[in-house]
């Protein structure tokens, strides 16, 4: 049986058209379920409400600001095992370099050296590589073809922009 418009008309606090009133009325006559719920809820909006003994306000804030120093102090805790543990762990690993490299400095200074040397040669072939290109480049390809692909760019940068645009423009908050 399907409960599910007649369990929200009655756990909703909304007031209900006549048409579904009967309908409710209807359903809770062959449906058990919808019944008790709806018992239920007669009984709890019946309930009468007890007012917090005096002080309670009191007692509920002295005990949450206590929980919340407890909470910061697990915390700060919590980050100085963490950091002591970390600071532990990464000097086991790098006690073994750090002791290599106490050892013989002149071939580690001699291996960045020659890393910094490899980098600095590879950049400059790149460069040299790039400019070839640069200067083969229009030759092989024919005007319109560049016509083609600068356009190409100047419309995905259009439709880039006009989506970035219309994103930018979409309400924020809640819509009513």
């Given amino acids: 049986m399907n409960h599910q418009p007649f369990e929200t008309w009655l756990l909703d606090d909304k007031h209900l058209t006549t048409a579904e009133k009967g309908e409710l009325n209807a359903h809770l006559r ?54 002591i543990s970390g600071i532990g762990l990464l000097t086991w690993f790098a006690t073994p370099y750090i002791a290599t490299f106490l050892a013989a400095p002149v071939e580690w200074l001699t291996a960045i050296v ?44 259009l439709l880039w922009t006009v989506s970035i645009w219309r994103f930018a423009r979409r309400p924020q908050g809640v819509n009513v």
């Fill in 30 to 83: 062959s449906c058990k379920t919808c019944t008790a719920l709806a018992e239920t809820g007669l009984a709890l909006r019946s309930a009468k409400m007890v007012e917090p003994t005096n002080g309670f306000t009191l007692r509920f804030q002295e005990k949450l600001a206590i929980q919340k120093v407890a909470e910061r102090r697990r915390r700060l805790w919590g980050l100085i095992v963490l950091l």
């Fill in 114 to 157: 020659g890393y910094l040397i490899f980098i600095f040669t590879s950049l400059q072939a790149l460069t040299d590589v790039f400019q070839v290109f640069t200067r083969m480049l229009p030759n092989f390809i024919p005007p319109y073809a560049w016509m083609i692909l600068f356009s190409a760019i100047a419309g995905f940068s």
